[in-house]
C-alpha cells in the first residue's frame, strides 16, 4: 500500500541521547515536511524539503536536522535530545512543494518521550 | 506570517445533529489554500476537505461542507447528519502559494459526538 512510513511509532530516550527518526514515502513525492503535534499547540512545522538535496527551517527547528540525499527519505535527527522534545512527530508529503494545491499526506506518527 | 485560529478548543453535538466548527486565519496575500483535517483516535491524519482561495463556491464532500468567506477570513467546517465516527480532532489549515511556501496549522477543536 503507498504511503508514508515513519519508524519507530513510539520511543523512551534518555536526555541527551541522540535520536534519528525514519520517514520512508514510495509516492514519489517532491516535498516532505516534519510535524510535531503537542497539546494545546496543534502542529508546528519543524523542517521541510521541497525536493531532494534541499531543506528549510520551519517554525521550530532548533534541536533538529534533516536531510534529503534522495526522493524517498527524510530523517529527523534530534543530536541531543531534551524533555521539551517530547512530542508526536509527524511526516508528511506533498507531491509538489511551492505553489500547489495539494494536500498532505501524513505518516502515523512517532510518540518520542524523552526523560 | 499567516496564522489560523480555532477558537474553540472542544464542541459536543447530538448524534445525527449539525456542528460547525470555526476557523479564522490572518494572511497579506490573496490567493491561498484551505484545509480541514481529522484525526481520530488512532492518530491518523486524514483529509476532509479543502477550499481554494480564488473560488467562491463553498466546497462541499458528502455531509462536510465549508463556509468560506473570503474578506472576514473565515474557514468553518459543517458536518451534518453527525456520526460517532466524526468523533475526533478537527484541525484546519492554510498552505501559501508562495515559492517557498509553508503549510500552517490551527491548534486544533475536539469533537465529541454524544450519542
Known amino acids: 500500500i503507498a504511503g508514508i512510513t515513519q519508524a519507530p511509532t513510539s520511543q523512551i530516550l534518555a536526555a541527551g541521547r541522540r535520536m534519528t527518526l525514519r520517514c520512508t514515502q514510495d509516492m514519489r513525492h517532491n516535498a516532505m515536511y516534519w510535524y510535531r503535534q503537542d497539546l494545546g499547540l496543534g502542529l508546528r512545522l519543524i523542517h521541510y524539503?521541497?525536493?531532494?538535496?534541499?531543506?528549510g527551517k520551519g517554525e521550530v527547528p532548533d534541536g533538529y536536522s534533516v536531510s534529503r540525499a534522495n526522493t524517498d527519505d527524510f530523517p529527523l535527527t534530534l543530536a541531543s535530545a531534551v524533555p521539551s522534545q517530547t512530542s508526536v512527530y509527524f511526516c508528511?508529503?506533498?507531491?509538489?512543494?511551492?505553489?500547489?494545491?495539494?494536500?498532505?499526506?501524513f505518516g502515523n506518527g512517532t510518540r518520542l518521550t524523552v526523560t | 506570517a499567516q496564522t489560523v485560529t480555532q477558537s474553540q478548543p472542544e464542541m459536543s453535538v447530538q448524534e445525527a445533529e449539525t456542528v460547525t466548527l470555526s476557523c479564522t486565519y490572518d494572511t497579506s496575500e490573496s490567493d491561498y489554500y484551505l484545509f480541514w483535517y481529522k484525526q481520530p483516535p488512532s492518530r491518523q491524519m486524514i483529509l476532509v476537505i479543502r477550499q481554494e482561495a480564488y473560488k467562491q463556491q463553498n466546497a462541499t464532500e458528502n455531509r462536510f461542507s465549508v463556509n468560506f468567506q473570503k474578506a472576514a477570513k473565515s474557514f468553518s467546517l459543517k458536518i451534518s447528519d453527525s456520526q460517532l465516527g466524526d468523533a475526533a480532532m478537527y484541525f484546519c489549515?492554510?498552505?501559501?502559494?508562495?515559492?517557498?511556501?509553508?503549510?500552517?496549522f490551527g491548534k486544533g477543536t475536539r469533537l465529541h459526538i454524544l450519542p
Open positions: 508528511a508529503s506533498s507531491p509538489e512543494g511551492g505553489i500547489s494545491n495539494s494536500p498532505l499526506h
Open positions: 489549515a492554510y498552505r501559501s502559494m508562495n515559492r517557498d511556501d509553508k503549510i500552517i
Open positions: 524539503s521541497n525536493t531532494a538535496g534541499t531543506t
